[in-house]
């Protein structure tokens, strides 16, 4: 598990209490009036005339909508940008479609899909980072007002159907939870129905899943086949079906956005096994070959130019020879994860053809949510000591194999970002640079776009996708929706562009931030101001944030930002500078970076926790991640006559976590950190059937002075635990470390997801009787 994955293992639920952090917004709520009863009344019924309510119908014509969503792509990955992932669904989309070369997103995941679903800013309705890093401010407040409606509710209440699948991550990490509250997960949002994964990142073959409100676990194992991109394909599938059987003549929306390309890179070795030494050129060579190809197919203007490789990271050729084998690989496996994710993404489209509909269906195709992700760091990530840091490279390449596998969470180097975010600087976060804002969109309407295959350059946004669906539907953004007022809408629509391709951009103004990396546009110039690296996870909390000078681009003439005018052009800089003050004040981007701590929670902060048998999937910001709190764990069982096995209770998985089981009758507590027993007590002795009281007792070591909460949770968590049945101590182990898990949940009487412990398979579930766990928090 890598430090930025544990990171946001603290942000998800660290340490959380009670607070407001709600929106901060005020939402302005007006009644909403019921339609006029159209029939008669009479006391005599022979006098009188019924009327049934009129249902909604969409205007006459409005297409179905479909945007799909891929996540940490960079705009040079994929074969429709000129990179190096095969990706043929999303060609032969394009060629019969429009590619637009200047779309922009906004570098980080939520902040992505609150703009893109809203039509508003990012910061303007609190989502100015990701869900997990939510502070107390407008705009991090990570709860999405009510008078921000969202694309689904607007068109629901014209006569779609709508339907979410896939990655959500825009609702409140305290939130998550089995009493909710669900108004801000997507069924409260719109959507009337949602199968997918609400955090940033889940595995591919253990996913933590839900069916509109209601967790569900997979359907099958990976042995069995089971992969998250196609499940997530396969209902859709289905959920196009069934929508076509009732209402065929009834437009519908489908928001389809994959936890692909997003860590851990997941995926069936036959698939990897295609990119075999496709990347042994290394990264360097790998954005000069690119950008040819680039060139070549028009994708980039022709004059654009290819900007060199940052300081900060290594050429490809500064490497040791086990190095670029491991890091090689790293990349195939990136490879044949996003060329898998195109494939399933076209089994959704077929679906529509095969109904008879894509002629009048709006495919808005955004190939990844913000750039490229550095967050692999210099290295990539994979296997650790059980300290969490990177194990020998040695030692990584031993498993190369078996990335891709469940038994990683793996994510690519560095390098790999900028070299697949070719021609542009940086990589994802870093919303001071094209890399970290620019994707691919792609366009295809066949009833409409006849300009088929070619290539739009006007600037835009993805706030600019709402007023461009509702446009094409034949709808007005409504002033008042549920009873709240609504904001104006930020975006605007790129309709025009379908058959105007040297008409002027409608969008003349947009700010980025991310993280204290600041960009602002306006009319062609860009001026940006770079502040923390993609993998600096320890800087965030420092004030003022690492800090870099101004830089200064006309994109006019300089598409990829490779001639920096701010020293021959300090007025226009002041300019912008002055025009990002504005607009982020205006925006709620203020304060600059907030830094990360406490947070609400969904029952409010307590020390005393009582689960009972049946409880599953409560994450951990119920109530709040254990290390370096001291905690007891105690549990009433009753031990059945003959052998005993399976789980008490557990928490995490196979990255981090802590469980509590039996096997072949003895009482065993463990600790997993990073794939590692970080400890672990076996009882010598079987459990006598009956009633019987297990204790287990966890005191760590006193943290370093002077860290500050991130410090502290991605630093060593050492200590003991004892394990008593009964009253009596049958055993004691040091704590190696404690490792805080983002992705997986407690559950008692079982293991779901992926185990704690190697002893068993999950779930192995309890064969006794469980009245109560009870967690106290010192």
């Known amino acids: 598990m890598s430090k930025h994955r544990a990171f946001k293992a603290l942000l998800g639920g660290a340490a959380v209490l009670t607070g407001s952090g709600g929106q901060a917004l005020a939402d302005e709520v007006l009644p909403k009036e019921p339609a006029p009863f159209a029939g008669k009344i009479d006391p005599d019924r022979n006098k009188s005339v019924p009327s049934w309510p009129q249902a909604v119908k969409a205007p006459k014509g409005a297409p179905n909508v479909i945007v799909i969503l891929l996540d940490d792509v960079g705009f040079g990955a994929t074969s429709v940008s000129g990179g190096p992932i095969q990706a043929p669904v999303l060609d032969q989309l394009a060629q019969s479609g429009l590619r637009y070369n200047n779309f ?124 998250l991109t196609t499940d997530l394909a396969n209902d859709a599938i289905t959920w196009l079906h069934q929508h076509d059987a009732v209402a065929p003549d009834k437009p519908f929306f489908l928001y389809f956005a994959t936890g692909a390309a997003h860590t851990p890179h997941h995926v069936a070795p036959q698939w990897i096994a295609k990119y075999k030494g496709k990347f042994d050129q290394g990264w360097d060579k790998l954005r000069e070959e690119t950008f040819a190809r680039q060139k070549a197919a028009g994708v980039i203007p022709a004059n654009a130019e290819l900007t060199a490789r940052p300081k900060e990271l290594p050429a490809w050729d500064s490497l040791t020879p086990e190095q670029k084998k491991l890091l090689s690989r790293q990349a195939e496996v990136y490879a044949g994860f996003l060329e898998q994710t195109d494939h399933e993404v076209g089994r959704v489209l077929k679906a529509v053809a095969d109904e008879g509909k894509s002629d009048n269906t709006l495919v808005l195709y955004i190939v990844g949510d913000n750039g490229a992700s550095a967050e692999g760091g210099l290295e990539g990530d994979d296997a650790h000591t059980v300290e969490g840091k990177a194990a020998s490279t040695a030692e990584r390449t031993k498993v190369i194999e078996k990335l891709g596998s469940d038994e990683y969470f793996n994510h690519y180097a560095a390098g790999w970002a900028w070299g697949l975010d070719a021609p542009f600087q940086w990589t994802k976060q870093v919303a001071s640079h094209l890399g970290g804002t620019t994707d691919p969109l792609i366009v295809s309407w066949p009833a409409k776009i006849k300009d088929k295959g070619a290539v739009r350059g006007q600037f835009h946004h993805v706030v600019d996708i709402a007023p461009t669906i509702y446009e094409a539907a034949g709808i007005k953004a409504p002033d008042v929706v549920n009873g709240a007022k609504q904001l104006p809408l930020e975006g605007a629509s790129f309709a025009y562009s379908f058959d105007a391709p040297s008409a002027p951009s409608t969008h003349a103004i947009q700010y980025f931030e991310m993280l204290g990396n600041i960009g602002i546009y306006k009319d062609g110039w860009w001026a940006g101001k770079r502040s923390l690296l993609p993998w600096d996870l320890l800087s965030i909390n420092k004030s003022p944030a690492v800090d870099h000078p101004w830089e200064l681009y006309n994109l006019t003439e300089d598409y990829s930002q490779a001639h920096d005018l701010a020293a021959t052009h300090p007025e226009k800089l002041k300019e912008l500078q002055d025009l990002f003050d504005s607009e982020a004040k205006r925006n709620n981007v203020y304060p600059l970076t907030p830094g990360f701590g406490l947070t609400p929670t969904a029952g409010g902060w307590r020390n005393h926790f009582v689960f009972r048998s049946g409880v599953e999937r409560i994450p951990p910001a119920t109530f709040g991640f254990l290390k370096h709190r001291n ?47 970080a400890g672990k007590i076996t009882g010598t002795k079987p459990l006598k059937a009956g009633k019987v009281h297990l204790n287990v007792d966890v005191s760590f070591d006193p943290s370093p002075a002077g860290q500050d909460l991130i410090a502290t949770y991605l630093g060593v968590a050492t200590g003991k635990a004892t394990l008593s049945i009964d009253g009596a101590i049958i055993g004691e182990t040091k704590i190696a470390n404690y490792a805080a898990v983002y992705a997986e949940s407690l559950d008692v009487g079982k293991d779901l997801g992926t185990p704690v412990s190697k002893a068993y398979k999950a779930p192995f579930a309890f064969n006794g009787t469980i009245d109560t766990v009870t967690l106290d928090l010192k």
Not at 197 to 204: C, N, R, V
Request: glycine share 14%; with cysteine; charged share 15%.
């Open 631 to 677: 905690h007891t764990i105690s549990a009433d069982v009753v031990i059945p006559a003959g052998k005993t096995n399976g789980v008490i209770v557990a928490e995490g998985g196979n990255e981090g976590g802590f469980t509590l089981y039996v096997k072949d009758g003895l009482p065993v507590f463990e600790i997993n950190a990073f794939g590692h027993v």
């Open 104 to 227: 922009h997103v906004n570098a980080l995941c939520s902040p992505t899909r609150a703009a893109l679903l809203s039509g508003r800013n990012d910061h303007e309705i609190g989502f100015g980072l990701v869900t997990e890093g939510a502070s107390g401010y407008p705009g991090y407040s990570m709860t999405w007002p009510r008078s921000a409606a969202t694309i689904a509710e607007v068109l629901k209440d014209n006569g779609y159907s709508t339907a979410a699948f896939g990655k959500w991550h825009n609702t409140p990490a305290w939130e998550i939870s089995p009493v909710g509250p669900f108004n801000h997960w997507p069924t409260g949002l719109g959507f009337e129905y949602f199968y997918g994964f609400l955090g940033g990142e889940d595995s591919q073959w253990h996913p933590r899943l839900y069916r509109n409100t209601t967790p569900v676990e997979p359907g099958a194992t990976p042995a069995q086949g089971y992969h």
